[in-house]
């Protein structure tokens, strides 16, 4: 990227950046976002608040596959597939599970956050962790666009900045 970091501070002694990070460009980045039907009037406005994030970050149309899962439960299995087929850089994972109205929550929860956790493990590619676990829907309407941001352009973001920082990794290496 051409964009200054705040971070690259210069090692006085050395003359190089002491930091290095991801900038927030997705130019030329592949993603997959995938998105429980699961509380669709939540995790929809987690949706649009990922693409916004990514088409204004740069990305294209034709480098963003949407994939609709069941719920939740779906999420790493489905991550696992995209992520294998090697044609994406970056997942991006949007759920919502609400503690009140989901059997087995601690459960689902655990086994979804280590699913997908593992996928980003195996494959080595970013998978950003979009997946709110509230109380109460009003918790959770305040995190998908109202009173506290959108977590699914978090997500985004964050996926992005992985890849750029994978890239810049892998260019020093
Ligand atoms: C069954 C279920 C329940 C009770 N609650 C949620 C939830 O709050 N959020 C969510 O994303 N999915 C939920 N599911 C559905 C499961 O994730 C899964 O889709 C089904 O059990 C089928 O495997």
Same mark, same amino acid.
């Given at each position: 990227?051409? @964009?200054?970091?705040?971070?690259?501070?210069?090692?006085?002694? +050395?003359? +190089?950046?002491? @930091?290095? #990070?991801?900038?927030?460009? @997705?130019?030329?980045?592949?993603?997959?976002? %995938?998105?429980?039907?699961? $509380?669709?009037?939540?995790?929809?406005?987690?949706?649009?608040?990922?693409? &916004?994030?990514?088409?204004?970050?740069? *990305?294209?149309? &034709? &480098?963003?596959?949407?994939?609709?899962?069941?719920?939740?439960?779906?999420?790493? /299995? *489905?991550?696992?597939?995209?992520?294998?087929?090697?044609?994406?850089? *970056?997942?991006?994972?949007?759920?919502?599970?609400?503690?009140?109205?989901? *059997?087995?929550?601690?459960?689902?929860? $655990?086994?979804?956050?280590?699913?997908?956790?593992? /996928?980003?493990?195996?494959?080595?590619?970013?998978?950003?962790?979009?997946?709110?676990?509230? #109380?109460?829907?009003?918790?959770?309407? &305040?995190?998908?666009?109202? +009173?506290?941001? $959108?977590?699914?352009? #978090?997500?985004?973001?964050?996926? %992005?900045?992985?890849? /750029?920082?994978?890239?810049?990794?892998?260019?020093?290496?």
């Amino acid at each position: 990227g051409t @964009a200054f970091s705040f971070w690259e501070w210069l090692d006085p002694l +050395k003359g +190089k950046p002491v @930091a290095l #990070e991801g900038d927030l460009s @997705a130019e030329g980045m592949r993603f997959a976002v %995938i998105v429980a039907r699961w $509380n669709a009037v939540i995790t929809d406005r987690l949706l649009q608040g990922a693409l &916004d994030c990514l088409y204004r970050s740069g *990305a294209k149309r &034709d &480098d963003v596959q949407v994939l609709r899962v069941p719920g939740a439960w779906e999420i790493p /299995s *489905a991550a696992r597939k995209v992520a294998k087929t090697g044609k994406v850089d *970056a997942i991006v994972t949007l759920g919502v599970l609400l503690r009140g109205e989901t *059997a087995h929550y601690e459960a689902i929860y $655990n086994e979804v956050s280590r699913g997908i956790g593992q /996928s980003q493990q195996e494959t080595g590619i970013p998978h950003a962790f979009g997946v709110l676990t509230c #109380e109460t829907l009003e918790q959770a309407l &305040d995190r998908a666009g109202l +009173k506290a941001g $959108n977590k699914g352009f #978090e997500a985004a973001s964050a996926a %992005i900045e992985m890849v /750029s920082l994978h890239r810049k990794v892998g260019a020093t290496a």
